[in-house]
């Protein structure tokens, strides 16, 4: 017999040995617990539904390649796809080992039992501030006490601040997570400190990292107040290429969430808007499989 037979029989005896009302009890406890379940699936199911009916139609090559152009009257999203993954690559790549190194050190490190725990709570209190709060921040200290301006810099370094407490303290629960003894046998092993981080207590703990970095692609994909305020409305294309890695500096234009915003409320045409949220939805989804699988690999 499994193991899985015999916890099962054992749950059988167990429930065979409750009274008649603890069962009802179980049972409707269990029912509920289901039909929550179910409306949770089916409302998801309903939104992504409705927002695919709607938002396909409209979906077209030239749409999501294109340049918006009011002389030849030309919608386009291709500008906003592509400052999108400027602004999360800008951003992934300050707040990750900014978000990372800083759990390491305070679970690792630190030995202030007192400062660490002013440090966690204000992490938690910066994690539930809303975004508007943010976006003035951004606004008096990148755009204008820094002369940023509304550039897509200015909105990176912005949502680096606002998703930094997410991945400190994500990634610090996992680092909880791991065992002492696997600390204990990589020292005792002959490892010094970071060593014994990099190789042991990180590969454990990729998880905790890689859903932190999930939850901070979330915010930056879904974000709209804080880039309306540093970034801008332009839906002009910007060549890095050409210009030079300088002009990201310089260059202002709108990501996908802002131009949800201008054709659902400036303009009213929810034809397209859905059409946009269809784009954000794919790639919020393969991003978060490239994580999971860079995870994967990582672990491995």
């Known amino acids: 017999m499994s193991s899985n037979q015999a916890i099962q029989k054992s749950r059988r005896g167990a429930a065979q040995g409750l009274s008649a009302r603890r069962r009802i009890y179980n049972v409707g406890m269990r029912t509920l617990i289901y039909i929550a379940a179910a409306v949770v699936v089916a409302l998801l199911v309903f939104l992504l539904g ?26 386009g999203i291709g500008p906003a796809i592509l400052n999108t993954l400027y602004v999360i690559i800008a951003t992934l790549v300050v707040v990750l080992p900014l978000g990372v190194g800083s759990a390491i050190y305070l679970t690792e490190y630190a030995t202030n039992r007192k400062l660490v725990a002013a440090i966690e709570f204000a992490t938690e209190t910066l994690a539930g501030i809303p ?92 974000e709209s107040a804080v880039l309306l305020y540093t970034v801008g409305m332009s839906m002009q294309m910007q060549d890095f290429f050409r210009n030079g890695l300088e002009s990201f500096f310089s ?25 946009v949220a269809v784009v954000l939805i794919i790639i919020t989804l393969v991003i978060n499989l490239a994580a999971n699988l860079a995870g994967r690999k990582l672990k491995k």
């Open 251 to 275: 260059a202002s234009g709108s990501t996908l969430s802002v131009a949800l915003y201008v054709y659902a409320k400036v303009r009213a045409d929810f034809d397209l808007a859905f059409s």
């Open 50 to 75: 409705y927002i695919l009916y709607r938002g396909l139609p409209n979906l077209t090559w030239e749409f999501l390649t294109s340049e918006e152009s009011v002389v030849r009257d030309v919608q």
């Open 131 to 222: 975004s508007i709060i943010y976006a003035l921040v951004g606004v008096l200290i990148f755009a204008e006490s820094l002369a940023l301006g509304k550039t897509l810099i200015a909105g990176a370094f912005t949502l680096v601040i606002m998703t930094l407490p997410t991945v400190i303290r994500t990634t610090q629960e996992s680092l909880k997570t791991v065992p002492a003894s696997y600390r204990e046998g990589s020292l005792g092993l002959g490892s010094g400190k970071w060593h014994m981080i990099r190789t042991v207590v990180l590969p454990s703990s990729i998880d905790g990292i890689v859903t932190g970095c999930i939850l901070a692609i979330g915010r930056i994909v879904g």
